[in-house]
């Protein structure tokens, strides 16, 4: 069974920096691109940064200069790190992957969220 685990969120001060991860476990043949999204309360969930099997990235405005999305392929992992966070940062975020599991057909994963919080 194919798993995808956030970590690192948490509570920081406007201007401060905090890294997530997400994690892929199971049985998985290959990972093909990974993405970040983030739910804000009372609003739609938006799309925060993508990046491809070889590490192209895209990233929403709101974030670009900011944000950079990393992935280290032999662990199966995706890591956002987030600079200069501001209030309107503050959100869950969801991590998703492209994953092609062991004798089975690619499949869009989500994760079950890390709460990030950004305020003094």
């Known amino acids: 069974q194919v798993q995808l685990v956030e970590s690192g969120g948490g509570l920081v001060q406007p201007g401060g920096s905090l890294r997530l991860s997400c994690a892929a476990s199971?049985?998985?043949?290959?990972?093909?691109?990974m993405g970040w999204y983030r739910q804000a309360p009372g609003k739609q969930r938006e799309f925060v940064a993508r990046?491809?099997?070889?590490?192209?990235?895209n990233y929403a405005d709101s974030v670009k200069d900011r944000f950079t999305f990393s992935r280290d392929n032999a662990k199966n992992t995706g890591y956002l790190q987030m600079n200069s966070l501001k209030p309107e940062d503050t959100a869950v975020y969801y991590c998703?992957?492209?994953?092609?599991?062991?004798?089975?057909?690619?499949?869009?994963?989500w994760g079950q969220g890390t709460q990030v919080t950004v305020s003094s």
């Open positions: 199971g049985s998985i043949f290959s990972i093909n691109s």
């Open positions: 998703t992957a492209q994953i092609v599991p062991v004798a089975d057909t690619m499949r869009f994963y």
């Open positions: 990046i491809t099997t070889g590490g192209s990235t």
